[in-house]
C-alpha cells in the first residue's frame, strides 16, 4: 500500500505523532481484517506497519533512502516490533551504551544521525527509524542494504 499526502502535510514542521496517525488510519482503512485468534499477532503487525510508513514520510522528506521491506526486514531482527528493546549483553551494553527501540540504535547514533522534525526520544518508533535509516544510508547507501548486524 503507498501512502500519499498532500504537500501541505509533509512540511518540515511535520510531527511524528502527525504522521503516525495518518499512518494508522490509512492502515485501518486498508481494509485488513482480523483473524479468530491471531488479533493480538495482527494488531502489532498493523502498528509496526503504521511505524514504518510514518517513517517513510520522514524519509521521503529528508531524502533518506529506503524502503519498507528493507526497514521491516531489519525492525524484525533487530527487536522482534518490540519499540521498548533494549539489548542489556552485548558489546555496546558491556560499554555502557545499550542499544534501544525498533531498530536497536546507540544513544550516540541516534543522536548524530536523528532527522529534524522527529522526537528526541529514542523509543519513538519514528524517530528510532528514522534516525536508523539515515545512519544507514551514510554508511552503507540505505537500510536496504544491510542484511544483518549494522
Not at 39 to 59: F, P, T, Y
Not at 64 to 79: A, D, V, W
Request: aromatic letters at 10%; a positive charge.
Amino acid at each position: 500500500m503507498k501512502l500519499y499526502l498532500p504537500r501541505s502535510f509533509r512540511s518540515n514542521a511535520l510531527s511524528s505523532r502527525l504522521v503516525a496517525v495518518v499512518s494508522a488510519v490509512a492502515i485501518a482503512s486498508s481494509g485488513v481484517a482480523f483473524s479468530t485468534g491471531k488479533a493480538e499477532a495482527s494488531e502489532k503487525s498493523r502498528q509496526v506497519d503504521a511505524w514504518i510508513m510514518g517513517a517513510l514520510v520522514v524519509m521521503r522528506e529528508k531524502d533518506i533512502p529506503g524502503s519498507y521491506l528493507g526497514i521491516h526486514r531489519n525492525l524484525m531482527r533487530e527487536s522482534s516490533g518490540n519499540r521498548y528493546a533494549i539489548n542489556l549483553w552485548d558489546s555496546n551494553a558491556r560499554a555502557g551504551i545499550p542499544s534501544k527501540g525498533l531498530m536497536q540504535v546507540i544513544e550516540p547514533t541516534f543522536n548524530q544521525y536523528h532527522v529534524q522534525g522527529t522526537s528526541w526520544n529514542i523509543f519513538d518508533p519514528i524517530a528510532n527509524i528514522a534516525a536508523a535509516c539515515n545512519y544507514a544510508a551514510h554508511r552503507y547507501g540505505s537500510i536496504d542494504n544491510v542484511n544483518g548486524p549494522y
